[in-house]
């Protein structure tokens, strides 16, 4: 009787304490950890069916990981700018309620909203804890810098989205295609003996609103790319140490670059300059041999990865015609924002910007 009563003892305890366990363990039902690109552990629901983005390039880095659907309610920007990719692909986000901008969020909206996860850019631990603590959804960071300058990080970001939205193939099928698109340009500007590399400068490059042709990228994505000669790297004044820097027109006409290119955003204050200072400006090699092109802006709102190597594929048909002779721009540009955004909408853009041209012409 005493073995019986002991063995009936030790069920009840055991049954009593496998209920304990499944009352603790209830919180986190249906919930997963995750370490996000600041290294900060959160428990985030294991299904995510909608999601917000805050700060510069998140929207932009979960559209490329796939997640466009996902998206519930977005910044004020997002519903006004009109030249942003994702937004020309996807043109009912500016339909999704707003939430506010930077320091204006707005937390009782976001709660509203019911997301299952807030992604957010270019922000410190202190700001990711207490926007979670405003709203009570999980927040998780991105990372945000230049993916021409930082191309672990960036693939880090979209790995990390594609892990929490399930969509990792989606996610390592652009990273492949990115590293055979880099491949490829690399290959075409390998150097020999029988390829002259020019020396390039890149002008009108936004920084707080348009700018003139002394604003320059000493590290511009596309240049790297292709492996041109970027003078503003090469002269080492602090005044052109980063994006939206300026040289002085007479450091530019110093640096005298064989090939110049220009981004769109800055057009009319380029041709402003080209009409003001015509007499200096046409001492440069570029203006003298007439070979002043058109690009597009690779930083509206944050970095544009997939206009980088848009970019970087039309400054190749220019800089070595022989290599890139098969490249049809468009075309190109299509196929490149067809794996980013999940649309060829490079006619779009190029109503937004105008056509890859020479300005010259």
């Not at 880095?61 to 977005?74: D, F, K, Q």
Request: hydrophobic share 40%.
């Amino acid at each position: 009787m005493n073995n019986r009563l002991l063995l009936l003892f030790a069920l009840i305890l055991t049954f009593s304490c496998s209920l304990k366990t499944e009352k603790y363990d209830l919180a986190e039902i249906g919930k997963v950890p995750v370490i996000d690109i600041l290294g900060r552990d959160i428990m985030i629901p294991d299904t995510v069916h909608k999601v917000l983005c805050v700060g510069p390039s998140s929207i932009r880095l979960v559209t490329y990981a796939g997640g466009a659907s996902y998206i519930c309610g977005v910044e004020n920007l997002e519903r006004l700018a009109s030249d942003y990719p994702h937004r020309l692909a996807y043109p009912e986000l500016t339909l999704k309620p707003a939430i506010g901008h930077g320091k204006d969020l707005r937390p009782q909206l976001i709660k509203e909203l019911l997301p299952d996860v807030i992604f957010m850019s270019t922000a410190d631990m202190n700001e990711a804890d207490d926007l979670q603590a405003m709203t009570g959804i999980p927040v998780v960071t991105v990372e945000s810098s230049n993916p021409g300058n930082n191309m672990n990080r960036f693939f880090a970001s979209l790995r990390f989205i594609g892990s929490v939205l399930r969509t990792s193939a989606e996610v390592e099928e652009l990273i492949e295609y990115v590293g055979s698109q880099l491949d490829d340009l690399a290959y075409r500007s390998q150097s020999d003996t029988s390829l002259d590399r020019p020396n390039v400068y890149v002008g009108g490059i936004p920084s707080k609103g348009i700018k003139a042709l002394s604003s320059t990228d000493p590290d511009y994505a596309a240049f790297k790319f292709i492996k041109a000669v970027n003078v503003a790297a090469e002269y080492e004044a602090p005044s052109v140490s980063y994006v939206g820097r300026n040289v002085r027109l007479q450091q530019l006409i110093d640096l005298n670059p064989d090939v110049v290119f220009i981004d769109a955003s800055g057009i009319p204050r380029v041709l402003d300059d080209l009409r003001r200072r015509s007499s200096l400006v046409k001492t440069m090699n570029a203006y003298r041999q007439k070979k002043i092109y058109v690009v597009w802006p690779d930083y509206s709102r944050h970095f544009n990865f997939e206009i980088m190597l848009i970019n970087a594929w039309y400054a190749g048909t220019i800089l070595y015609p022989d290599r890139f002779s098969d490249i049809d721009v468009m075309a190109k540009a299509d196929e490149i924002l067809a794996k980013f955004v999940g649309k060829p909408i490079a006619r779009d853009l190029a109503e937004v910007w105008g056509p890859f041209r020479n300005l010259l012409d």
